[in-house]
T-cell receptor, first 112, second 111 residues
Framework: DQQVKQNSPSLSVQEGRISILNCDYTNSMFDYFLWYKKYPAEGPTFLISISSIKDKNEDGRFTVFLNKSAKHLSLHIVPSQPGDSAVYFCAASSNTGNQFYFGTGTSLTVIP | NAGVTQTPKFQVLKTGQSMTLQCAQDMNHNSMYWYRQDPGMGLRLIYYSASEGTTDKGEVPNGYNVSRLNKREFSLRLESAAPSQTSVYFC??????????FGSGTRLTVV
């Protein structure tokens, strides 16, 4: 059963607007969460992460929010740029860090 | 700075054939992983190696074997390929968990 879920397979946003990508998880033992970005024919690249002791982490245009009680995290991209068009995966792990569970991905298209 | 290198990039196999996917990292990472990516399924962990000399099963290990040859290299073997193993395979490594660095992938088709 999928422990990390991304229920929106795709998202389209106008350039300059905010992109919000969502992710839900079921395992309460997860305490570290990551977002990866993937372009076609390339491997995923790390984007941003958050530990369960925080509820927000920012890195430039990218902010990740964590709601532990709802088992939900989101990635905000502001402002969105055409180069942000890619597939975004969220991932989660427990404190052992040896297994990472990935969601199914959301394909973001930023329209110029 | 090569990072994680996977070979080959593309492969077509006939059902029942065997092959080994190679992976090497030059970041002196302790942990290495093999994932497969299928449409609508995300990335699923096949096997991982927390350190040289150890390997463990992930979510979908059936039909695969792995070898952690040394700290740098982690290979994935398909002994008797099946069409269900058609997928994109990613090798990855990490040092200070839980950030993972991925290779560029191997696209495998089993006919």
């Amino acid at each position: 059963d999928q422990q990390v879920k991304q229920n929106s397979p795709s998202l389209s946003v106008q350039e300059g607007r905010i992109s919000i990508l969502n992710c839900d998880y079921t395992n309460s033992m997860f305490d570290y969460f990551l977002w990866y970005k993937k372009y076609p024919a390339e491997g995923p690249t790390f984007l941003i992460s958050i530990s369960s002791i925080k509820d927000k982490n920012e890195d430039g245009r990218f902010t990740v929010f964590l709601n532990k009680s709802a088992k939900h995290l989101s990635l905000h991209i502001v402002p969105s740029q055409p180069g942000d068009s890619a597939v975004y995966f969220c991932a989660a792990s427990s404190n052992t860090g040896n297994q990472f569970y990935f969601g199914t991905g959301t394909s973001l298209t930023v329209i110029p | 700075n090569a990072g994680v290198t996977q070979t080959p990039k593309f492969q077509v196999l006939k059902t029942g054939q065997s092959m080994t996917l190679q992976c090497a990292q030059d970041m002196n990472h302790n942990s290495m992983y093999w994932y497969r990516q299928d449409p609508g399924m995300g990335l699923r962990l096949i096997y991982y190696s927390a350190s040289e000399g150890t390997t463990d099963k992930g979510e979908v290990p059936n039909g695969y074997n792995v070898s952690r040859l040394n700290k740098r290299e982690f290979s994935l073997r398909l002994e008797s390929a099946a069409p269900s193993q058609t997928s994109v395979y990613f090798c990855a490594s990490s040092d200070v968990a839980p950030k993972v660095t991925f290779g560029s992938g191997t696209r495998l088709t089993v006919v």
